[in-house]
Nanobody, 126 residues
């Protein structure tokens, strides 16, 4: 199983970016997927997650109403649309899937996730 995260870059505050997490070796449509982010010296932080069916989405308070997570079945990918970016959104962003299929819950804890992508860097200048 491999997850390929892409879409990061350097933007100005208020701009938008769209991250993509494409899976290979696993049908992402059967698994919950989440995005986490991490800055040097800090623990990995939950950002957003989506259940296997797409019916449940959950966000951290820091990004709620600005970020949107969604699925693209045709590309076997999960996307994170990030609007109104702030300097504090600067981090390496990682996507991950949980181990079991068809689980309704979307955990916020990194330890619950089995496979991780390599991360994509987002830098927001104020």
């Amino acid at each position: 199983v491999q997850l390929q995260a892409s879409g990061g870059g350097q933007v100005q505050a208020g701009d938008s970016l769209r991250l993509s997490c494409e899976g290979s070796g696993r049908n992402l449509m059967a698994y919950g997927v989440a995005w986490f982010r991490q800055v040097p010296g800090k623990e990995r932080e939950f950002v957003a997650g989506i259940s296997w069916s797409g019916q449940t989405t959950t966000y951290s308070d820091a990004v709620k109403d600005r970020f949107t997570i969604s699925r693209d079945g045709a590309k076997n990918s999960v996307n994170l649309q990030m609007n109104s970016l702030k300097a504090e959104d600067t981090a390496a962003y990682y996507c991950a899937t949980i181990g079991g299929q068809y689980i309704v819950d979307v955990p916020h804890t990194a330890a619950e996730y089995e496979f991780w992508g390599q991360g994509t860097l987002v830098t927001v200048s104020s």
